[in-house]
């Protein structure tokens, strides 16, 4: 296709956007409200997501060794702890050390001067990979010779991974629906458009015109109305995550949970933002002029 021939076709393009401006604002309006409304429930379920991380890492086992070890052999199991898979990090604490930090919890440290470190145990503080898997670690745990117990609190466990799956299957139902909706807003808002011209349609298929020659400029009318709406979308999503997040913040909530800055966010928002407004307008215009090429 010669250049001139396709920048007669983008030209089209351009000129249907302004001859229906109001059909053109009624389809950048819904693509930006379906973008800002998907954005904000993903957004949300990935500072849940970051929180839940958060108590994820600080979730932890605790192994206790046998009292008859000494701390030599107590120290000699921590290759055999960190072999196990699922195991991230493990940090030995002696008897001594275990009853400084337990003394640490009281104002009064003198109840402690004349208690004997030996009345506790050896212990390994152990984090891990996937919390979803504590219950097979504990067990692997209690297969090393010399763990006499593991201290595991495979409720909190279940807990977490449960509130996890149900915000990871809610926001991925949430973005699926709203992006079929805007496909389905965004092809019968461009096919009012195109139901005033299908009589020229109708006479430019007569004359031999190709289906992609008449297709084009809606194609490029659909893809300026998506990424404008991507873009307004983006947009608004900042303003609104930073008002809200320095609400939050400022609050009593803002002690207990962090919000992940937008700026940190942006460079994965603004790509997804633009390839679904571009898709849902490209795909939308597509859809409603088929009917109208079957002459």
């Not at 002696?94 to 402690?112: I, K, S, V």
């Not at 949430?174 to 019968?188: A, D, G, K, R």
């Not at 998506?226 to 609050?251: K, Q, T």
Request: proline share 2%.
């Amino acid at each position: 296709m010669r250049s001139s021939k396709i920048g007669y076709l983008i030209k089209e393009g351009f000129r249907s956007i302004a001859t229906h401006g109001f059909m053109s604002f009624a389809s950048v309006t819904i693509i930006v409200a379906c973008l800002v409304i998907m954005g904000s429930f993903t957004l949300i379920a990935v500072n849940i997501g970051s929180m839940l991380d958060g108590l994820e890492a600080e979730n932890q086992v605790v192994a206790y060794v046998e009292e008859t070890f000494t701390e030599e052999e107590a120290r000699a199991l921590q290759p055999e702890i960190e072999y196990i898979s699922n195991v991230r990090l493990c940090r030995f604490v002696p008897r001594q050390q275990a009853m400084e930090e337990f003394a640490t919890q009281f104002e009064d440290q003198t109840l402690f001067q004349d208690v004997d470190a030996s009345i506790l145990r050896d212990r390994y503080i152990i984090y891990l990979n996937d919390i979803s898997l504590m219950e097979q670690t504990q067990a692997d745990l209690y297969n090393i010779i010399g763990i006499a117990n593991v201290q595991a609190h495979l409720g909190v466990a279940q807990g977490f991974v449960a509130v996890r799956n149900v915000v990871s299957a809610v926001s991925l139902i949430l973005v699926v629906v709203l992006v079929v909706v805007s496909v389905f807003i965004m092809s019968n808002t461009v096919k009012l458009a195109t139901l005033s011209r299908r009589e020229e349609i109708a006479i430019m298929k007569m004359v031999g015109a190709s289906n992609w020659f008449i297709r084009f400029p809606f194609v490029v009318e659909g893809l300026v109305l998506g990424l404008l709406g991507a873009i307004i979308a983006f947009l608004l999503e900042w303003g609104v995550y930073d008002i809200v997040a320095d609400r939050i913040m400022s609050g009593l909530i803002g002690r207990l949970v962090t919000v992940i800055p937008f700026a940190h966010l942006s460079p994965i928002v603004l790509p997804v933002y633009l390839g679904v407004g571009l898709a849902v307008g490209v795909f939308g215009s597509t859809i409603a002029i088929r009917n109208y090429l079957q002459v």
